[in-house]
């Protein structure tokens, strides 16, 4: 009885010792979710993920000295993965709303936007945002454009898209009239295909923030932290010069 318990209680300790190494390997690997579609903040290039956001979260964990874990996702999976704790943080040029906040932490924001109307160039129907409505307007399943539209626009006739390619891709070719989307995007696609432009009055003036999940407090701190750190050291104003322009602050 006595050998019984005794290995008991060694197989409790190997367990345990186990569990604890184990999660101190964890503490190393920051598990982040993207939807690498949304040039210049993310996307893929020559078959590896770059942008403005893939580049700040990998100087945080280097900082942090962790190392980041990516998941691929689609926008709309973002936020219930977080909270379903497949993943801690999700990072994807995601705006600070309060229906967000309800079930997710947010860092500090790291980066400003807001939605933009995006259109063809010999499009002379939509000068201004008012011009919108009964108009095909395209978005991105999952995102703020979504309900803004519905709720501040209902005369316009939302054509909903997967993915974010497809959103640019139907005003290109004239299936709808024009795009809602967050303003580096669709400044960056203006600017590589020629013959788009941004409307001047933007309709929302926003802030994006790094998604992280409610029960991991300290983790939002530690970022924080982090991106404190590489503001004050200039990183972040290199990062900021690299994909937004020399004039980028």
């Known amino acids: 009885m006595l050998i019984t318990r005794r290995k008991f209680i060694l197989a409790t300790a190997a367990l345990c010792s186990a ?11 920051l ?28 100087a945080m964990a280097k900082q942090m000295g962790r190392h980041v874990q990516w998941t691929d996702i689609d926008f709309k999976g973002l936020i219930p ?7 801690d943080v999700a990072v994807s040029a995601i705006y600070i709303t ?3 906040k309800k079930v997710v932490d947010f860092t500090q924001p790291y980066y400003h936007g807001g939605l933009v109307v995006l259109v063809k160039k010999s499009n002379t129907a939509i000068k201004t945002p008012a011009d ?4 095909k307007v395209s978005v991105q399943v999952g995102t703020k454009s979504v309900d803004f539209l519905r709720t501040h626009y209902p005369k ?25 989307t967050g303003k580096p995007a669709a400044q960056q696609y203006a600017k590589t295909t020629g013959d788009m432009r941004v409307l001047d009055t933007p309709l929302t003036t926003e802030e994006y923030g790094m998604a992280v999940r409610k029960d991991m407090p300290q983790l939002t701190q530690q970022l924080n932290a982090a991106l404190d750190k590489i503001k004050a050291n200039g990183t972040y104003a290199k990062l900021l010069k690299k994909w937004f322009g020399p004039d980028a602050k």
């Not at 579609?37 to 020559?46: A, L, R, S």
């Not at 919108?132 to 108009?135: R, V």
């Open 19 to 29: 569990a604890s190494i184990a999660h101190a390997q964890d503490n190393k690997v």
């Open 31 to 58: 598990r982040v979710a993207t939807d690498a579609t949304f040039p210049p903040m993310e996307f893929v290039q020559n078959g590896h993920r770059t942008g403005f956001d893939i580049d700040l979260v990998e």
């Open 81 to 87: 993965g977080l909270v379903a704790h497949r993943f």
């Open 156 to 180: 316009v006739q939302r054509v909903e898209v997967e993915k974010n390619e497809d959103m640019f891709n139907l005003v290109q070719i004239g299936r709808v009239d024009a795009a809602v």
């Open 98 to 100: 309060d229906a967000r």
């Open 132 to 135: 919108l409505d009964g108009k």
